[in-house]
């Protein structure tokens, strides 16, 4: 019995810690983004990575979601003669929630994997040991390009997927539910609103927080060899989308009250 609580007491003060270093190397992080020197080509290259590399998967998870979304929209209103308001649901659903929620899912995904790979990787070679030793700081050359390439695309990503899941909703309103292309984005238009874009375009700047900041941490804190990589990288994608899930509710209900909705 003893035993069993001091083991729950040692996991509760690991969990503690891990959580004290993770704010600790967060707020470290984020005074280097915005104090020179930077490293521009590493940051280039990571706009690239996190960008180009994650486009093709959220205009396919874009493309079906926004269909399937607009489906089951339209049944529920063609049941009730509702159908001309589809494109009032679909900036609900899609602009203030769907689109930045899967958008980050899919790049957390992708990227939050590759980025605490990468530097698992390098964690267990001795590598960034190596860059210390030669005076250069590691958090900066490493870490700082991978946030910054994130607090810029995701945002692009998420309008992106807005868009095409908008557009796939106008396919479902002109063959299923009988409604002409022209009313479908007057609604659209009637309801993408200012307060309706800060919802939806608030929400990618905190996932990309997110994101960035956890998979650095635990590529920083690999330990273990390939094994440990393996943890680290299956954590690290974990944590990123709880986080962005729990921050979804969070958020979405801390913007309705500043918003007065």
Not at 227 to 247: A, C
Request: charged letters at 10%; a positive charge; hydrophobic letters at 50%.
């Amino acid at each position: 019995m003893f035993e069993q609580l001091a083991a729950v007491q040692n996991r509760l003060k690991h969990s503690l810690l891990g959580v004290q270093n993770y704010v600790l190397f967060t707020a470290r992080s984020l005074v280097l983004c915005v104090s020179p020197p930077f490293y521009w080509r590493d940051i280039y290259e990571q706009l690239h990575f996190v960008g180009w590399g994650s486009l093709y998967l959220v205009l396919l998870c874009a493309f079906f979601s926004g269909q399937a979304l607009a489906i089951q929209l339209a049944r529920e209103l063609q049941n009730m003669g509702s159908e001309t308001y589809l494109g009032k649901l679909m900036v609900v659903a899609v602009v203030r929630a769907l689109g930045p929620t899967l958008t980050g899912l899919v790049v957390a995904a992708r990227i939050s994997s590759g980025i605490t790979a990468e530097l698992g990787a390098m964690k267990s070679s001795n590598q960034i040991d190596a860059l210390t030793a030669f005076g250069t700081d590691p958090v900066r050359k490493l870490a700082v390009p991978r946030i910054w390439a994130l607090l810029v695309m995701l945002p692009c990503l998420t309008l992106i997927s807005d868009l095409l899941m908008l557009f796939g909703g106008q396919l479902i309103s002109v063959y299923m539910a009988r409604v002409s292309a022209t009313t479908y984005w007057s609604m659209v238009r009637a309801y993408m609103t200012f307060a309706n874009m800060t919802v939806g375009m608030v929400k990618p700047f905190l996932y990309a927080l997110v994101i960035a900041t956890v998979a650095n941490y635990k590529g920083f804190t690999t330990r273990g060899g390939t094994r440990g990589v393996g943890k680290s990288t299956t954590e690290s994608v974990v944590i990123s989308s709880v986080s962005i899930l729990v921050g979804d509710a969070v958020m979405t209900r801390f913007i309705f009250t500043l918003l007065g909705w």
